[in-house]
């Protein structure tokens, strides 16, 4: 979250942008945008915690190997404390990113916190994404915000971000979805039994869809790619990003071949996975993707 000492003149009288820990945004690049970031609840046998702050993506990898932690929304108290700080440091506007609805219920949350609020206007949005997914439809909102894009003409390049926003993942095991109730039980057993990778996505609704599947680790990468390139449209800009969990080294390999694959992007956004979501999807994830920007 932005302190007294990253205000600036530029940021007051400005539009905030709010998003959740889920959206996985680098803490340089939130510090650097000014972004305000909701972080998700983990509750896990010693005790509850908040993501980003006080628990990260290692400690869920250890505790997933004798219980599966549970999240929960960002808790009320760290809702009206973000407004009333965002409120303190003179902005009048905000916009809010968050997790997808079909995840979560952070959205209606804060939708629900938000239209409480006096002296401060919220435009809450379902990103219908996970991750990097989100963090890229937040940061580009920053980028606008500090190119002097007003409010109204924000709102529509967020609504249209949303659509243009594809972020491919790959989970190394089916089985922490299933146990958190994300995918059925007969699903995750056929794909573990398999040994089959799958490659998720979001759909329209933001609701996890198999986007495709492969048979051994060596072969995530090419189909990561390969799906991201089919989405190249030329003369359109655009962004790239790539995220890992647990996965640093094939995460930078993939990054380099991405670059290759589609030189000439505006930006390129790496993430890590956090705590919230690494309770699902564990560690060995990498993740790569495109957002156009018109």
Known sequence: MPTEETRTEKTIGKIAVITDSCA?????????????????????????????????????????????????????????????????????????????????GTVNHVRLAAEELEGLEVEVYDSRQASIGIGVIALQAAAYIEEGMNFEELKKKIRR?????????????????????RIGKAAALAGMLLDIKPILSFDAEGEIYTAAKVRTRK????????????????????????????????????????????????????????????IYLGSGLLGAGIQYLD
């Open 161 to 181: 971000l949303i659509k243009e926003t594809k972020v491919f993942f790959s989970i190394d095991t089916l089985e922490y979805l299933q146990k958190g109730g």
């Open 219 to 278: 072969q995530v990468e090419k189909r990561l790619l390969q799906l991201v390139e089919e989405l190249k449209e030329e003369g359109r800009p655009y962004n790239l990003v790539v995220a890992d969990g647990g996965a640093p080294a094939e995460r930078e390999a993939l990054e380099r071949r991405l670059t290759e694959l589609l030189p000439g992007s505006r930006r390129l956004y790496r993430a890590k996975i956090g705590a919230a979501l690494s």
């Open 24 to 104: 996985d945004v680098p803490q340089e690049l939130a510090e650097k945008h000014h972004l305000f970031i909701l972080p998700m609840g983990i509750t896990c046998s010693d005790g509850e915690y908040r993501d980003g702050i006080d628990i990260h993506a290692e400690d869920i990898y250890e505790k997933l190997k004798t219980e599966l932690p549970k999240s929960s929304t960002p808790s009320g108290a760290d809702v009206e404390d973000t407004f009333a700080e965002i409120k303190r440091q003179g902005y009048t506007k905000a916009v809010a990113i968050l997790l997808s609805g079909g995840l979560s």
